[in-house]
């Protein structure tokens, strides 16, 4: 594996296959490495970035004590056949970078970490513009982020296509997280009632359409007070549990069918994400 510091150095890349993107902060897990492999199967060479971007970080969030394993991290790159590893210095990546908005400002994780997707659109468009991928991967457990992202490739025309790698799980169905990190193993049994509560709610929306005099809207906004105080129940503060439109990540309207169970709660002071898409056209 080719580790590139320096930005200037991205210019001796050999591009025999195309390049894919794959952008990370670091502390990396099987979520990550799966989007290795997938691209590696898609015979592209897969350009791996780390860098903790303080960007993306909120003044009271956990910037400082990110885990950062970058020695780890670069054993399990070189065991998965990567090609390139991206570990740029903060003050060369963040010299003059042009800042950007993000869109979806007023939905699910923007709401609550007001200025994060800009930071996270910031860099990944930095990262766009030094490297030019043909493709860059993205995970779907961060819904919004692989949104705005498309969202960003489709607004400059950018000819670099998104890829976006299913939620790799762990054996009780907590979703693989770097943050996941800061919880015990009991602690992180306890959090796969997150999962297991999404598929729950997914079963009792594919009940409400099968019954067509039941406005799916309303009985949505229902099930995620019931499961709200559910999640209560079980200890974890709920930032957002919604059940929206996966297309505009709007609130779901009587006729959807491409819907979105997203979840950020905190558990045991640590903030989880998870998400399940359910797709009601055949119910
Ligand atoms: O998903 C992440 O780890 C980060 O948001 C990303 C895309 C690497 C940008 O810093």
Do not use: W
């Not at 897990?29 to 590696?40: A, T």
């Not at 705005?148 to 400059?156: A, D, F, Q, S, V």
């Amino acid at each position: 594996m080719k580790v590139i510091k320096k930005i200037d150095d991205l210019k001796v890349i050999d591009k025999k296959r195309p390049i894919a993107l794959i952008p990370t902060m670091g502390n990396l897990h099987e979520g990550h490495l799966s989007l290795v492999k997938q691209s590696i199967n898609l015979q592209l060479s897969p350009l791996v970035t780390i860098f903790v971007n303080p960007l993306q970080f909120g003044p009271n969030e956990d910037f400082e004590t990110y885990p950062r394993t970058i020695k780890q991290d670069k054993e399990s790159l070189e065991k998965q056949k990567c090609e390139f590893l991206f570990l740029p210095e903060k003050s060369e990546i963040l010299e003059g970078i042009k800042k950007l908005k993000a869109p979806y400002s007023n939905f699910l994780c923007a709401k609550k970490r007001p200025g994060h997707f800009d930071g996270v659109i910031t860099i990944v468009n930095r990262f766009f513009e030094l490297i030019k991928p043909e493709y860059c991967f993205f995970g779907q457990k961060d819904f919004q982020q692989q949104l705005i992202i498309r969202n960003h490739l489709k607004e400059k025309r950018l000819s670099t296509k998104l890829v976006v790698g299913e939620t790799v799980r762990d054996g009780n169905g907590l979703a693989l997280s770097s943050r996941n990190n800061y919880l015990t193993q009991i602690e992180k049994k306890d959090a796969s009632i997150i999962y297991r509560y999404l598929k729950e709610i997914a079963d009792q929306l594919r009940q409400v359409r099968s019954d067509f005099s039941k406005d799916l809207s309303v009985h949505a906004l229902m099930i995620c007070q019931e499961y709200k105080n559910k999640f209560e129940d079980k200890g974890f503060k709920i930032d957002y549990l919604e059940i929206i439109n996966a297309k505009n990540l709007e609130k779901s309207k009587k006729d959807d069918t491409d819907l979105l169970i997203a979840i950020a709660a905190h558990y045991k002071g640590v903030r989880l994400i998870d998400n399940l898409p359910c797709d009601l056209s055949f119910s």
